[in-house]
């Protein structure tokens, strides 16, 4: 797009023309984000949907003035396409539950925030809804039977059909209009965040900010409570899972009393609905938008999928069966026999020849990175390698490696999923730059790290030239 909108209203804003604009990682949405820095640091977004932009602009507003941890807006374009906003930062509480997974375990900063982020959420609930205008809400007003079944279908359509599945839409239906009654029974006035993950979370001097919250309506208090702590590739433990949910019950109390038991038996139901409404969206983004991030978080969601149904919903029996089947359906395809498979993937320099293949097999890739933008033509980045932050900042914000990621992560996903039917033992993935130390050893790492998270295989990493080995074990998803 053209940014001359948004960089005007940094310039009316702050009496400044911006230094430098950069295009910031898209994520779900048609929205694009820009960080203009200069006088100031700002945020310029630019939204096809007029309406979801009013709808976030006045919540925005309307937030703050109740003091709630938003970003403030501070001007709008005539044509209300562009606006600019406070900038929170590039910590997001997703990057930090991530880190302790990789870790195996949260700190104590990142279990702090995460308290903090749950006992926030009845704050935005019940203080957020007083005085608002819900006609600004957008698609709807409200959490209804209309939106229940968009989502709904939303599942059948974008994912159960695609795949491949038999089921009887008759009986599936009957299911879906118990679950619909059942939802809709819960008479409750809060504002229904309806995306509250970690993700749209952003830590700024060490406290929780909420941003993308254009989506919400008024609704059930229980739905963004299933949308954080079910949240597919945050991955909680039970245990944290537990802990968060003990917190949020404590903190609900001053809006709305209820015990512990009928808290759980009402939650389940919307775990549910969530999990399959985000399945639908995973599929949609991920099969037909071909998005990698979304295709990652299949495997998590069909697994807190899994151990959802160990609660036998008996007032949906129809619906069980077939979720069972699409788990053991996806089990099959993905991790029946992956330990029967070992990726063995290299990062390498091309002045030093392409890696041979010790199995004797041969084929896989060799993948060329040398027609990306090189970190390693600039001195400050010349020491160090594609494992660390600022060389890892300064490819992802330069973006050329995450679109070369996005199509050899494709080729890559139907290779494995091939060698796994077939039952092959051997897979080798190279990729290779000018010195084997910033392009290519950032690609060969998120290539491990991908395969072993999405397909459970075992994957040897090697990065040549730097002299590192890891190894990945199999799991099962």
């Given amino acids: ?77 005539e044509d209300k ?58 698609p709807q007003t409200e959490f209804n039977r209309r939106t229940v079944f968009w989502d709904l279908n939303y599942f059948k359509y974008c994912f159960l059909k695609p795949s491949e599945i038999e089921f009887q839409e008759n009986l599936l239906e009957n299911d879906f209009e118990h679950l619909a009654e059942r939802l809709l029974s819960c008479k409750t006035s809060a504002f229904m965040y309806r995306d509250f993950q970690s993700r749209n979370v952003m830590i700024k001097e060490n406290k929780p900010y909420f941003i993308d919250f254009q989506g919400g309506r008024k609704g059930p208090f229980y739905y963004d409570v299933a949308s954080f702590l079910w949240q597919a590739k945050a991955n909680f433990s039970d245990s944290t899972r537990d802990f968060l949910l003990n917190e949020y019950i404590n903190a609900l109390q001053p809006y709305h009393k209820i015990d512990r038991i009928s808290f759980h038996d009402e939650l389940k139901h919307f775990v549910l609905f969530r999990t399959l409404q985000v399945l639908g969206a995973y599929g949609f983004r991920g099969y037909f938008e071909k998005k990698r991030h979304f295709i990652e978080s299949i495997p998590y969601a069909l697994k807190n999928l899994k151990q959802l149904l160990c609660d036998n919903f008996k007032e949906y029996p129809y619906l069980s069966q077939i979720l069972r089947q699409l788990i053991a359906s996806a089990h099959t395809r993905n991790t029946a026999d992956n330990s029967k498979l070992t990726v063995r993937v290299l990062s390498f320099s091309y002045r030093k020849g392409i890696p041979e293949d010790p199995s004797g097999n041969g084929g896989g890739y060799v993948f060329d990175c040398r027609s990306i933008h090189n970190p390693g033509k600039y001195e400050q980045y010349k020491t160090q390698t594609g494992l660390d932050e600022p060389v890892k900042r300064f490819l992802e914000n330069d973006g050329e490696i995450l679109s070369f ?15 796994l039917e077939r039952g092959f033992s051997h897979l080798q993935i190279c990729f290779g730059c000018t010195g084997g130390q910033h392009r290519s050893v950032y690609a060969a790492q ?21 002299s590192i080995e890891q190894i990945f074990p199999s799991h099962s998803l």
């Fill in 1 to 77: 797009m053209d940014t001359k909108k948004i960089e005007h209203l940094y310039t009316d804003y702050t009496g400044h023309s911006p230094e430098y604009i950069e295009a910031l990682p898209g994520a779900g949405s048609n929205r694009r984000y820009f960080r203009m820095t200069g006088k100031q640091n700002i945020i310029g977004v630019y939204g096809t949907s007029k309406e979801e932009n009013r709808a976030f602009i006045y919540m925005a507003g309307h937030f703050h003035q109740r003091g709630l941890p938003v970003p403030q807006v501070y001007a709008v374009s």
């Fill in 81 to 138: 396409t562009c606006y600019i906003q406070e900038d929170l930062g590039n910590t997001s509480l997703y990057s930090l539950i991530e880190k302790g997974r990789q870790a195996d375990g949260f700190s104590n900063e990142t279990n702090d925030l995460l308290q903090q982020t749950i006992r926030l959420l009845p704050l935005l609930q019940f203080e957020g809804i007083k005085g608002m205008d819900t006609s600004y809400c957008y």
């Fill in 405 to 419: 990621l996005t199509h050899t992560d494709d080729l890559i996903d139907k290779h494995i999923q091939r060698y």
């Fill in 446 to 466: 998120h290539t491990a790290e991908y395969i072993n998270r999405h397909f459970g295989v075992r994957v040897e990493l090697i990065h040549r030239e730097q």
